[in-house]
């Protein structure tokens, strides 16, 4: 009894073999392609560890408890100069006055841009600049804040003496940094609107729900890992910035504030972050102590690895969301 040879589906494709999912049956100019890309991920692997680890070793034999409770000093000695307290407190006061612009500005701009879009001219010129200020120098927003800043009617966020307005304060080094960290804050929260299926949004208009309510208390409370994704991103990148520090907030390593008023004072004066300490004491600055130097970017180093591994956990809580 013989049987028929099955009829293979036409519509449907074979199953590819082990033998043509291997790279070995590649052509040479595709297997020399992923040789040089594996070259060149395992050498930025090497570069960005080398970097890390020197710094770490580094900064391990500088760091000494003092450091992080003294405030900069004049002396002669690296013993007399004391540590960089005030460079740690002015790298939080610009990241909150960063943020604290930044996040809400960016959580409007993308659920207009998510959600609304209209009218859609405004909203591609919205997207357009969103993505000039990502790739803008930040010595460009720098010298844009100075001419911000200088003017007079802003003479009362920064020290004014005979009439002439300085411009360097943390409210202007701050509002400027805001500019750094907006399109980060922008990108992640609208990716994680955007990742949020439809249904979802049809479930709430379906019980009455309106738009703005279901963006309030649905769309966000979802995307909540996404916006602190965005501000830890941001912060980092903040944290990280010296030119619109040196620019506006300007080289003196203590707080100088203006006026007798704590907080405010403080925050209409001068100063330093982490990033301009290292700067002026690095073996090329004025200060020319580079084992503080190695110190504080051992610190700052720290402080960014925590932000990164916090975006990383943040982004796995995500990833785990199921949509059903």
């Known amino acids: 009894m013989s049987t028929a040879p099955a009829i293979a589906d036409p ?41 890390v680890i020197y710094l770490l070793i580094q900064g391990i034999r500088y760091v000494r408890p003092n450091l992080l409770v003294t405030s900069p000093a004049v002396g002669y000695t690296e013993h ?52 000039m200020l990502a790739g803008a120098p930040s010595i460009v927003l720098a010298l844009f804040g100075v001419i911000i800043f200088e003017s007079p009617a802003l003479g009362f966020l920064s020290q004014t003496t005979g009439g002439i307005v300085f411009g360097r304060s943390f409210f202007a080094a701050g509002a400027m940094l805001s500019l750094v960290a907006l399109p980060l804050v922008v990108s992640t ?58 620019v506006l907030l300007g080289a003196t390593l203590n707080l100088d504030g203006v006026g007798s008023t704590p907080l405010l004072s403080t925050l209409r004066g001068t100063g330093s972050t982490l990033t301009s300490y290292i700067f002026e004491n690095a073996p090329t600055g004025e200060g020319n102590q580079p084992d503080k130097a190695y110190a504080a970017a051992f610190v700052l180093l720290i402080v960014v690895l925590v932000l990164n591994v916090g975006v990383d956990v943040f982004n796995r809580r995500a990833r785990r969301l199921r949509w059903t």
């Open 11 to 51: 519509g449907t494709a074979p199953a590819p073999t082990r033998r043509a999912e291997k790279s070995a049956s590649w052509r040479l100019t595709d297997r020399l392609g992923l040789g040089f890309a594996w070259l060149l991920g395992l050498l930025f692997c090497v570069i960005a560890a080398s970097i």
């Open 80 to 131: 007399q100069t004391g540590g960089f307290l005030d460079p740690m407190i002015g790298t939080l006061l610009v990241a909150m006055l960063a943020m604290l612009i930044a996040l809400p500005v960016g959580i409007g701009v993308a659920v207009w841009l998510s959600e609304y879009g209209r009218p859609s001219a405004l909203a591609t010129v919205a997207d357009s600049t969103i993505e």
């Open 189 to 246: 929260v609208r990716e994680g609107l955007q990742a949020i299926p439809s249904h979802v949004r049809e479930a709430s208009y379906a019980v009455g729900k309106t738009k703005i309510a279901t963006t309030r208390r649905v769309l966000l409370p979802a995307a909540r890992p996404s916006v602190i994704t965005g501000a830890m991103l941001g912060v980092g990148r903040v944290i990280g910035d010296t030119a619109i520090i040196v």
